[in-house]
């Protein structure tokens, strides 16, 4: 069957979001920080509520997770269509309760015109990132880390 949209990589693009929720878990963990999946937490910016599961989270320490694997399209394209799940996830952060640590973690992928996936999000959308929101890009290769929002 012809899938166009399917990670070259991968079984499939669920397969290929669930590998990496697992290894930015284990990632964490191995900072003392120990997340379980699909973590649901209350959120809306009225009096009305509803849960949404996180992609990983905690309530001690209070941190809450939106995993994204992303990668630049092959033709070398800007993924609109993927960034705005991004741009989702700053809306659920923003619903979330104020006493959480707020963490988008995506796939470190790079563009030789146009450097990694997340600096280019930051260059275009840091208007839509709420202040309390970390950026952290994942290397694969290497199963590491590192925050690049807030500096």
């Known amino acids: 069957m012809n899938k166009p949209f399917q990670r070259v ?4 693009n669920a397969h290929a979001g669930i590998a990496f929720e697992l ?13 379980t999946l699909k973590h ?6 009225s009096k009305i ?6 992609d990983l989270g905690s309530e001690n320490p209070k941190v809450l997770v939106e995993c994204k694997s992303h990668r630049w399209t092959i033709g070398d394209s800007i993924p609109s ?13 923003l619903s979330a309760p104020s006493d959480y640590r707020k963490i988008l973690c995506v796939l470190e992928h ?4 146009r450097g990694s996936l997340a600096s280019y999000y930051l260059r ?17 290769g290497n199963g590491q880390a590192q925050k690049i929002h807030p500096i």
């Open 9 to 12: 990589d991968s079984t499939s």
């Open 110 to 113: 790079h563009s030789e015109r």
């Open 40 to 45: 649901p937490i209350d959120v809306g910016v």
């Open 124 to 140: 275009i959308y840091r208007h839509l990132i709420p202040d309390d929101v970390e950026i952290w890009e994942f290397n694969e």
């Open 49 to 54: 509520k509803k849960k949404h599961n996180f």
């Open 81 to 93: 269509a993927k960034l705005t799940v991004w741009n989702e996830a700053m809306l659920y952060f």
């Open 23 to 35: 290894a930015v878990q284990a990632y964490f963990a191995s900072q003392d920080i120990h997340l």
